[in-house]
């Protein structure tokens, strides 16, 4: 009786580890149904009950989105919008399926995703964000300040030692220490990557060519932390590390972080009117799709390592009800909703551009 | 009395059947679940498959920006992390067993045991804040305090980061130890009590008799070692939050390094592209055949040594009675 039993138990275990590790590699099925082309009615409503308006796409701006539905719903309840933070790349698949009604995204979709689309869709900027490079070098008399290309040049594994002759050309009379230089960059894909090293990649061509611009990329040195917590925490954990965090999560965690130089060649450590400035400085070349990358930004107060958020519509969509609500919404964002972004670390939107935004959601049709 | 019997049998008549039926649909829940998995895996991953065919299983690089995928350096992460997590959590979930089965004494037997069970109910991303926040600075002290001699050999080189396979591998073993010393001590305590007397009963000593015991239930305690092993091979949040997610081939313990699973939890939200996602898809299609192998390979182990079990060395009762 007994040996049955306990032979049993070992069957059943087996049995449990093949069902509970199966279930790991399972990954969340993404709606594969054949999307149906907007403006010939073939999508019967784009998402979850009639008033309701979804949308998915990047975790950055999360935050001031959520307080945006919720401050407009209270002026407009009849409004109802739920948005997922699962990731940019989902939300860009998702708009393109048609399973949500908007998508958002930290990097501009490229020309290939938006032949894929079953549509035209606009780009709309919403606020922006910054990175800032943190590091942890014990006994500095005074802040570090980088230039793109000695960036560049660490986090390509050129540049070792924190007493290199390139970091002490940058920082005259700080006293360097000969400790080993830890490289930590973010593992998950993430808008926060994408903007770092497209500005790496526009400033050194050496790092364009061996790494290139992706929200994750093929890093020849250093760890991988995961989210802007598991970079702090390798840096902060690490004597000699280098990092890059989002500009919110350093502001909101007090972490102390470096002044990088700009085009203009003036040192600057990130702040919101800093990073807002890299985008007026740019507003002038704006593309008529606002897909514009402004990092290495013109002009002597623009941080160099800023980036929209943006969120992403059809321009033709099969609902004209939800197109109308959603283009009013997005009009109150940009303007009256602005107000909303620095009491949350996100920089406002320029006036050149809300003005150029003004005219673009004029083309989505409503009716 | 002779009329309700048959009664009562005609009530089972249907019974029996609907409940048969009702387990036997539950039962193939678990067959459809795992045949739509590899389905949804090999659809999924089809583009990546026929780009890379079998180089996917060899290749190194992973590069999203180029386009070009090699599970290589995952495979290996997974299989090395596990491993090394399994050698240092058998030995010690065994002896919590062992002791919680036979040497314990009775005020502490409860507490204990329901500690042990409680450390398998902690979410895993509380042991990766944990890892990331306490035991990754203990490892960097304990790598940097590596003599020099050690530090040239290929399993203790590259710089002291504290986040790397040595810090997963402890994480792993702290989250595998409950589940394998749990499932151990049941099956302890299922082995026969006349096993025990007719040992002691022979003139064994305690040490004896417990080895009788172990060696009665080894089946089984394979089992729970794999179980914790099958924890380990699966295992995301914590691991990837240690192991310092570089993807390279080394057998170094201080070097960062990467999982299959924590690749998918990585990378997946921000894939928008077809092929790169395909090739994460494909990540997880390894991942289940590996695991399929692995299982394969245990319940092959647990047979071989369930047929083996008549051999006069084991004292079954009725050897043990007979001498």
Redesign the interface.
């Given at each position: 009786m007994?040996?049955v039993?306990?032979?049993a138990?070992?069957?059943l275990?087996?049995?449990?580890?093949?069902?509970?590790?199966?279930?790991?590699?399972?990954?969340?099925?993404?709606g594969q149904s054949s999307p149906a082309l907007p403006g010939q009615g073939g999508a019967p409503s784009l998402g979850g009950d009639a008033g309701q308006i979804n949308g998915a796409g990047a975790?950055f701006p999360n935050p001031i989105y959520s307080k945006w539905f919720s401050e407009y719903s209270k002026s407009h309840p009849d409004v109802r919008i739920n948005y997922q933070p699962?990731?940019?790349?989902?939300g860009?698949?998702q708009l393109t399926n048609q399973t949500v009604f908007f998508g958002a995204s930290d990097g501009p979709?490229t020309d290939?995703?938006l032949k894929?689309a079953p549509g035209p869709i606009l780009h709309l900027p919403t606020v922006l964000g910054g990175v800032v490079p943190v590091y942890n070098v014990p006994g500095l008399s005074a802040d570090l300040k980088f230039s793109g290309p000695l960036l560049a040049d660490i986090y390509l594994g050129k540049v070792k030692k924190w007493n290199d002759a390139a970091i002490a050309k940058e920082n005259p009379g700080v006293k360097l220490p000969a400790t080993?230089i830890?490289v930590a960059h973010r593992?998950?894909?993430?808008?926060t990557t994408y903007i770092f090293v497209d500005y790496l990649s526009k400033v050194s061509p050496e790092f364009k060519d061996k790494?290139?611009?992706?929200?994750?990329?093929?890093?020849p040195v250093?760890?991988?932390?995961?989210g802007n917590e598991?970079v702090a925490?390798?840096v902060k954990?690490?004597p000699g590390a280098i990092g890059y965090v989002e500009l919110i999560y350093a502001l909101q965690n007090n972490i102390a972080y470096g002044a990088v130089k700009n085009k203009a060649g003036s040192y600057l450590k990130a702040s919101l009117d800093s990073v807002t400035a890299a985008a007026a400085a740019s507003s002038a070349s704006m593309p008529a799709d606002f897909r514009v990358s402004i990092t290495d930004a013109e002009g002597k107060d623009a941080y160099p390592i800023a980036s929209y958020t943006w969120i992403l519509l059809y321009q033709n969509p099969p609902d004209k009800e939800k197109s109308r609500r959603m283009v009013e919404f997005m009009r109150w964002a940009i303007t009256d909703g602005q107000a909303f972004t620095k009491e949350l670390g996100y920089a406002p939107l320029p006036g050149a551009v809300v003005k150029l935004e003004q005219d673009a959601l004029g083309k989505i049709q409503v009716q | 009395m002779a009329e309700a019997r048959p009664a009562r049998r005609r009530r089972a008549g249907w019974a029996d059947p609907l409940f048969r039926g009702g387990t036997a649909v539950v039962a193939a829940l678990v067959i459809a679940t795992v045949l739509g998995v590899l389905v949804v895996l090999l659809k999924d991953s089809m583009l990546s498959v026929r780009k890379f065919g079998f180089s996917f299983w060899s290749t190194r690089t992973w590069d999203p920006v180029a386009g070009e995928f090699g599970a290589l350096p995952f495979i290996w992460g997974t299989l090395y992390s596990s491993v090394l997590a399994l050698l240092l959590a058998t030995p010690v979930a065994l002896g919590i067993a062992i002791f919680l089965a036979e040497l314990c004494p009775g005020w502490l037997r409860q507490p204990l045991a329901f500690l042990t069970e409680l450390l398998a109910a902690i979410p895993s991303i509380v042991y990766g804040l944990w890892g990331i926040f306490v035991l990754a600075p203990a490892v960097r002290v304990l790598e940097v305090h590596t003599p020099e001699i050690l530090r040239r050999t290929a399993l203790f080189s590259g710089p002291p980061l504290g986040v790397g396979m040595l810090a997963a591998a402890l994480v792993l073993a702290v989250m595998v130890i409950p589940f394998t010393a749990t499932v151990a001590r049941e099956i302890l305590k299922a082995v026969p009590v006349a096993q025990r007397e007719a040992a002691y009963a022979l003139g064994a000593t305690r040490w004896e008799a417990i080895r009788l015991a172990v060696h009665y239930g080894r089946v089984g305690i394979t089992g729970a070692v794999m179980l914790g092993f099958g924890r380990a091979l699966g295992e995301t949040m914590a691991v990837t939050m240690v192991i310092g997610n570089n993807p390279q081939v080394s057998l170094s313990l201080f070097a960062p390094q990467h999982t299959m699973a924590a690749v998918i939890a990585n990378e997946f939200t921000e894939a928008a592209d077809a092929l790169y996602l395909n090739a994460l898809v494909e990540i997880g299609l390894v991942l289940f055949i590996i695991t399929v192998v692995i299982n394969g390979l245990s319940r092959l182990l647990i047979w071989r040594m369930g047929r083996t079990k008549a051999r006069p060395m084991v004292a079954t009762p009725e050897v043990a009675l007979a001498a």
């Open positions: 007994t040996p039993k306990v032979r138990l070992g069957a275990i087996a049995a449990a580890l093949l069902f509970g590790c199966g279930g790991s590699g399972e990954p969340p099925a993404a975790t699962i990731g940019s790349g989902g860009i698949r979709m290939e995703q894929t080993d830890a593992s998950d894909g993430s808008g790494v290139g611009v992706a929200t994750s990329v093929n890093w250093g760890v991988g932390g995961k598991g925490g390798v954990q690490t | -």
